[in-house]
Nanobody, 127 residues
Framework: QLGFVESGGGLVQPGGSLRLSCVASGFTLDDYAIGWFRQAPGKERDGISC????????NYIDSVKGRFTISRDNAKNTVYLQMNSLKPEDTAVYYCAPTQWPIVQDTCSPFPTFTSWGQGTQVTVSS
């Protein structure tokens, strides 16, 4: 079965750090750009960062630039999101998905036909 398993979330104080992992199952990540998406309560799921298949190119939304770093290890079939200087507004469930590439209008978007979202991993930033 194709899909992703996200992990690494948790409760952290403002200013803290977390490292999220996304492991693909049922297929290899090598040929795909992969993105991280998040959904806060009452809001839509939005793309926040994505990385090209060979790791040469990355993209971030303005609100996480300089704080978050996306990376991948194709040998481990895994994509990571290092999150530093976390803020309460980063609180959300985080997901990963294959991403359209090249990106359009500076936005990371999942494949239109992608439906196999994982359970996500909850990130809560609170004092």
């Amino acid at each position: 079965q194709l899909g992703f398993v996200e992990s690494g979330g948790g409760l952290v104080q403002p200013g803290g750090s977390l490292r999220l992992s996304c492991v693909a199952s049922g297929f290899t990540l090598d040929d795909y750009a992969i993105g991280w998406f998040r959904q806060a309560p009452g809001k839509e799921r939005d793309g926040i960062s994505c990385i090209s298949s060979g790791s040469r190119y990355t993209n971030y939304i303005d609100s996480v630039k300089g704080r978050f770093t996306i990376s991948r290890d194709n040998a481990k079939n895994t994509v990571y999101l290092q999150m530093n200087s976390l803020k309460p507004e980063d609180t959300a469930v985080y997901y990963c998905a294959p991403t359209q590439w090249p990106i359009v209008q500076d936005t990371c978007s999942p494949f239109p036909t992608f439906t196999s979202w994982g359970q996500g991993t909850q990130v809560t930033v609170s004092s």
